[in-house]
């Protein structure tokens, strides 16, 4: 059987997520601006939760001593937490001063025949509102549960974020990629305590714009294709506890997004009247200074229960996974 397209692509680059929208308008449109003040002095989450040596994000001091017994900054980078998840970005506040400075924001906006989302949305996007942006809480939610606090690695990323709630007719979702800091303290996101991220890109996109970016086999019909990515990919998103922390999560979510093999394999199986079994993540025997895991997908003929397994290798060591080797049959020895 010819093996579908192998190599890796960028699935879920559908839009340029950075500075598209600035670059193409003016400063003084409703698109989100860089604030050149606020890249000049970053947040003190966001030093706490990139050196990963645990203090709150009002303890942030000076640089650790080299001398005196603290981790330091290779330390640091040891205890480092990567994190690779999927989920959806909330904004929420974080005090009652700043919901009602939004209000005000809001009173002077033209919301006329606007959701109180679509008018949410309208404000914080507007380059004169980019204070609120600031001071709002960013809640990644997995699964309907608040997972993470996100703080962005470059100021001007908070683009990102605002992007990420812009109100469409289907759930989006977004895929985070960042270091995991220390847990918030209650009185940093109106009493949500759970840990910070401090990311370095988003990609939000949409199901459906991510199955139709992905190239589909000449063989396979295009609804039958679809069913079959759709699928997988409701099944990877529901995993239990998959919070993008574990190098096993790291490398399944990366694999969701970024490698089409997995899913033209998945409409073949499907065609051959076989199930998507199970989906296990193991250490790569070849594993050595760096962390490989094998990601195995297994699919179980209907009629004759005979499982036939594929097998993808994910180099997680650092925070950026990266494709090992292609998909491959898997032997159990």
Same mark, same amino acid.
């Given at each position: 059987m010819d093996q579908p397209e192998t190599k890796e692509v960028t699935l879920i680059e559908l839009k340029e997520p950075r500075a598209a929208a600035a670059a193409s308008a003016p400063a003084s449109s409703g698109t989100v601006g860089v604030d050149a003040a606020y890249r000049r002095e970053a947040s003190p989450a966001i030093s706490a939760a990139r050196s990963g040596v645990g203090a709150l994000p009002a303890q942030a001091g000076p640089p650790p001593c080299p001398t005196c017994g603290s981790p330091g900054i290779e330390g640091a980078m040891a205890m480092a937490s990567y994190v690779y998840a999927l989920g959806q970005i909330e /904004?929420? #506040?974080p005090l009652p001063s700043v919901e009602k400075e939004m209000a005000q924001a809001t009173g002077r906006a033209e919301t006329a025949g606007r959701t109180d *989302? *679509? /008018?949410f949305y309208q404000v914080l996007s507007q380059r004169e509102n980019r204070y609120l942006a600031r001071q709002m809480c960013w809640v990644l939610t997995i699964q309907g549960l608040e997972t993470y606090i996100l703080q962005p690695s470059d100021p001007a990323d908070i683009d990102l974020l605002v992007g990420a709630i812009e109100p469409h007719e289907n759930p989006w979702t977004s895929t985070v990629i960042g270091v995991r800091g220390p847990v918030a303290p209650p009185d940093?996101?109106?009493?949500?305590?759970?840990? +910070?991220?401090? #990311?370095?890109? +988003?990609?939000?996109?949409s199901r459906d714009a991510l199955i139709d970016a992905i190239p589909r086999p000449e063989q396979i019909p295009v609804d039958q294709f679809g069913a079959a990515s759709r699928e997988l990919f409701d099944r990877i998103m529901q995993m239990t506890d998959n919070a993008g922390a574990t190098d096993e999560h790291r490398a399944l979510n990366y694999l969701a997004v970024r490698y089409p093999a997995i899913y033209a394999r998945a409409a073949q199986s499907f065609a051959q009247s076989s199930s998507l079994s199970a989906v296990d993540v193991r250490p790569s025997a070849l594993s050595g200074t760096r962390k490989v895991a094998d990601v195995i997908f297994s699919y179980a003929n209907r009629t004759t229960d005979y499982t036939e397994k594929y097998f993808v290798r994910v180099d997680v060591t650092e925070e950026f996974p990266f494709l090992v080797t292609k998909l491959s049959p898997y032997f159990d020895i």
């Open positions: /904004a929420r #506040f *989302q *679509q /008018a940093y996101c109106n009493g949500l305590m759970v840990p +910070i991220v401090m #990311f370095d890109q +988003i990609y939000t996109f």
